[in-house]
Nanobody, 121 residues
Framework: QVQLVESGGGLVQAGGSLRLSCAAS????????MGWFRQAPGKKREFVAA????????YYADSVKGRFTFSRDNAKNTVYLQMNSLKPEEPAVYYC??????????????WGQGTQVTVPS
């Protein structure tokens, strides 16, 4: 069992940066791939980024490549999503998830409660 708690969301101007964190509890955290997803009001949840359990590989949605960086610190049971150059169309609730590597939410067994990111247009 893994419990996930996101933090770091907030209001940031377009072009600004935020770093989201996701703290995990559970002894098996380091064995899971991790993912970030986001969901804007009235829209479907979409994949943002994923990272393998060892941090050997990261994957990003085309829309965030070059601007977002996903990292993890297994010693601290925490993953991070550094978001730079945020765009007005990117406000959403951002969720971290633990499970099997992939871009589909169905591959992840555990989800956090989400953290709101607001980018005024």
């Amino acid at each position: 069992q893994v419990q996930l708690v996101e933090s770091g969301g907030g209001l940031v101007q377009a072009g600004g940066s935020l770093r989201l964190s996701c703290a995990a509890s559970g002894r098996t955290f380091s064995s899971y791939a991790m993912g970030w997803f986001r969901q804007a009001p009235g829209k479907k949840r979409e994949f943002v980024a994923a990272i393998t359990w060892s941090s050997s590989s990261t994957y990003y949605a085309d829309s965030v490549k070059g601007r977002f960086t996903f990292s993890r610190d297994n010693a601290k049971n925490t993953v991070y999503l550094q978001m730079n150059s945020l765009k007005p169309e990117e406000p959403a609730v951002y969720y971290c998830a633990a499970g099997w590597l992939g871009g589909s939410g169905g591959r992840y067994n555990y989800w956090g409660q989400g953290t709101q990111v607001t980018v005024p247009s």
